[in-house]
């Protein structure tokens, strides 16, 4: 088996390190990650510059673009053949709720799933790893790709993974929930006299919704949900069937 690993915090991170190590016996591990933190990067692909490839150690690589890129250049690019798995993570901090439309970790294994790769990510809610929970979600990680290499997935899915900070209480298949991040933009001033704003640092909450990953978290279950990559409304569709929007073209 061959199993291309990445990440978004930086091929040096505890997290891809304790992963890859975790999951080794399984097959021939490739890690192909940015060579520094790309978190909150999302789903971005380098169009622009060239990307270049360090190889640290043999099948240990960096590069200096997204893990969009990695997992591009990975499978296009370095590996004679495309993986049985894409595995991305372990994230520093957890990616539940909207943070999955900003999470550069669920982003690369959303590019493996367009590329038909079977893949999942994995987040620890900690963003100081503790040796305990790091090894829990790389041991959870190693059952799951276990069972992903026997078993496949479903059809253009993709998983992603949550393990809470406490000691995990259980595992939960879930849907994706809601954040609420709050008023977030700190305004200072630079020694300049000008103005710099900076985003985050608010405390995030989330909306009590059952069976979300989100409340699966609080709870102290790993979260398991199933993702898709295409973002049709299929309900919203069928609403807009009404919209008058033959109307709309008149004289364009
Ligand atoms: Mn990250």
């Known amino acids: 088996m061959l199993i291309l690993v990445t990440n978004d915090d930086g091929v040096r991170s505890a997290g891809i390190r304790t992963l890859a190590r975790t999951v080794a016996d399984l097959g021939r591990i490739v890690v192909v990650a940015p060579d520094r933190n790309r978190s909150a990067v999302g789903h971005a692909l380098t169009l622009e510059d060239p990307l270049r490839l360090d190889e640290l150690k043999k099948d240990v690589y960096a590069v200096d673009g997204t893990p969009t890129d990695c997992v591009n250049l990975g499978i296009h690019g370095l590996l004679q053949q495309p993986p049985d798995l894409v595995i991305s ?59 992903v290499l026997e078993q496949g997935l479903p059809r253009e899915t993709f998983l992603n993974v949550n393990v809470p900070a406490a000691p995990c209480r259980g595992v939960e298949l879930t849907r994706q929930g809601k954040r609420q991040y709050g008023a977030s933009v700190v305004r200072k001033e630079d020694p300049r006299g000008r103005y710099y704003y900076w985003l985050g640092g608010a405390d995030v909450s989330y909306e009590d919704i059952p069976g979300s990953d989100c409340n699966a978290l609080q709870s102290d279950f790993i979260s398991v949900t199933p993702l898709k990559a295409n973002l049709t409304h299929e309900q919203a569709y069928t609403e807009l069937l009404d919209w008058p929007l033959q109307s709309m073209i008149g004289n364009l």
Not at 108 to 131: I, N
């Open 89 to 147: 993570g372990i994230n520093r901090g957890s990616n539940v709720g909207d943070d999955i439309t900003y999470s550069g970790t669920v982003s690369a294994a959303l590019e493996a799933c367009l590329m038909g790769v079977p893949s999942f990510a994995v987040s620890l809610e900690q963003l100081e790893f503790s040796e305990r929970a790091l090894t829990t979600a790389a041991q959870f990680a190693r059952r799951l790709a276990s069972r």
